[in-house]
């Protein structure tokens, strides 16, 4: 194997790791506005409603962000990057190993603190936080899906205007 095939192979997986680590991060802030939703009291149909929408905004403006930053014609054009930054590299590994499993632990930690607050309080039964709970992580993966979708379709079309001779036009 060549050093560009190397190269390339080594920025696919920077670029797995990247978007994991992007993608915890993004969980990690929709888990805390749920939580804060939940301290503030807001009321279970408003967050029923809320959280897929900012969800979806916040997943949007982030790839929207992302893609500004990577200058994607520059990359398309340059597709064996000779430089790997290790120290990043290693740093977007361990949030996107850690974070997830980290937001999961500390959201339980909180239920289980602020049970008298949340639960017994009348505010939400234990049946309507599980749902709503279930409904973020359930809008959370719908989301992620959209983004990628929506990623797929935009390079296929930006593909298809640069290669007139691809497999796809055949």
Known sequence: MDSKNKSLIFWGIFSFVLIRAIDS?????????FLIGIQSKLASDLLFYLIPIISLILYT???IIVLRKLNIKALCREIYPNKLNITLFILLVVIGITLNPLVNKLSGFYIENQYEIVISE???TIGQWLHLNGWMDFVIE????IIIIILGVLYWKKNKKTNHNTVYNK
């Open 61 to 63: 403006i982030t790839t």
């Open 122 to 124: 009348n505010y939400l």
């Open 25 to 33: 991060i993004l969980y990690f802030i929709i888990n805390i506005l």
């Open 142 to 145: 719908v989301s992620r899906w």
